[in-house]
């Protein structure tokens, strides 16, 4: 079972910056994508970035430029940094991992390509 575990998140000021971990267990797999989402409450979950086996990334408009999505294979741990953060950007944080490659480019900041998810960790932001 893959059980991928989140942390990192905290309360920063506007502007500051934070790196969220994701320790993704149970699983050797040589294909797979992994992902970061956030969450907000009443909204929908929204798909920030994707890295796939090969390393190939893909990034949503709100936040290119300001995050960079990376991992370290033999730890298991894919990592979100994130850079000039704004009071928008305060949600509930989540990693997700499927374990066929990212494909489609434009599926792979969607929640339905990813099947197994951590409970999220909380970024909040203040002005």
């Known amino acids: 079972q893959v059980q991928p575990v989140e942390s990192g998140g905290d309360s920063v000021e506007s502007g500051g910056s934070l790196r969220l971990s994701c320790v993704a267990s149970g699983y050797t797999y040589s294909d797979y994508c992994m992902g970061w989402f956030r969450q907000t409450p009443g909204k929908e979950r929204e798909g920030l970035a994707s890295?796939?086996?090969?390393?190939?990334?893909t990034y949503a408009d709100s936040v290119k430029g300001r995050f960079t999505i990376s991992q370290d294979k033999a730890k298991n741990t894919l990592y979100l940094q994130m850079n000039s953060l704004k009071p928008e950007d305060t949600a509930t944080y989540y990693c997700?991992?499927?374990?066929?490659?990212?494909?489609?480019?434009?599926?792979?900041?969607?929640?339905?390509?990813?099947?197994?998810w951590g409970r999220g960790t909380q970024v909040t932001v203040s002005s």
């Open positions: 890295i796939d086996a090969d390393n190939s990334t």
């Open positions: 997700a991992v499927d374990t066929t490659r990212c494909g489609y480019v434009p599926w792979r900041l969607l929640e339905t390509t990813f099947r197994y």
